[in-house]
């Protein structure tokens, strides 16, 4: 069983529709993901969190807003979302950031919000 | 720069066969290796990684990957196929090398077990 765990599974929104992902870790993990992933293909990284900050933006497009309220939630906002944006949204965790105290360790996936964009 | 490659998009194997997915990489400083797998309609699970230490790295569900350098590769393994690995698998490096804080994913293979 997965010790991260993503709010809802499934999602189906209008173009101009406002929801949110939901992430919760009860590890004590000081880093958290984003990642979309399309079917078959590996996941691309999103944001990065660290210590609640946001750490690394991969030039994700505004209609998609992280926060990160504490340590072990992570959101997800979205509005204004085109068709493309259907995918599996992925969050993950880990002890710590790469980089960050010499952090080596492995992610820690939840299940995925399967998004769909009408 | 860095890459990790699995030159196989799909592998088919007979179930009790012994079964290996390939990987290769490149970094410029030391690797960190990590297997990943995902089962359908789920998330990725970690398997196995490699940081230092001994070149055969034993991970979950009795799966095992070598980590050989002068090759650059770093192959899943096991000895014998189950039905139930049938899944995408994902082969995942970090350069220890510099402050890069991303991994960097191959594309994946599918492995299928066949009964």
């Known amino acids: 069983d997965t010790e991260v765990t993503q709010t809802p599974k499934h999602l189906v929104m209008g173009m101009t529709n406002k929801k949110s992902l939901k992430c919760e870790q009860h590890m004590g993990h000081r880093a958290m993901y984003w990642y979309k992933q399309k079917a078959k293909k590996p996941p691309e990284l999103m944001f990065v969190y660290s210590y609640e900050k946001l750490s690394i933006n991969e030039s994700v497009p505004s209609r998609f807003s992280p926060e990160c309220p504490n340590s072990s939630l992570l959101n997800l906002h979205l509005h204004a979302l085109q068709p493309e944006d259907s995918a599996l949204y992925l969050c993950?965790?880990?002890?710590?950031?790469?980089?960050?105290?010499?952090?080596?360790?492995?992610?820690?996936f939840g299940e995925g919000s399967r998004l769909t964009v009408l | 720069a860095q890459s990790v490659a699995q030159p196989e998009d799909q592998v088919n194997v007979a179930e009790g066969n012994p079964l290996t997915v390939k990987c290769t990489y490149s970094?410029?400083?030391?690797?960190?290796l990590f297997w990943y797998v995902q089962y359908p309609n789920r998330g990725l699970q970690f398997l196995l990684k490699y940081i230092t230490g001994d070149n055969l790295v034993k991970g979950s569900y009795g799966f095992e990957a070598e980590f050989n350098k002068s090759q650059t590769s770093f192959h899943l393994k096991k000895p014998s196929a189950l039905v139930s690995d049938s899944a995408l698998y994902f082969c995942?490096?970090?350069?220890?090398?510099?402050?890069?804080?991303?991994?960097?994913w191959g594309l994946g293979t599918s492995l299928a077990v066949n009964p």
């Open positions: 970094v410029s400083g030391n690797p960190y």
């Open positions: 993950a965790s880990s002890q710590d950031l790469f980089g960050l105290a010499r952090n080596t360790g492995e992610l820690f």
């Open positions: 995942a490096v970090r350069d220890s090398a510099g402050n890069n804080r991303k991994l960097i």
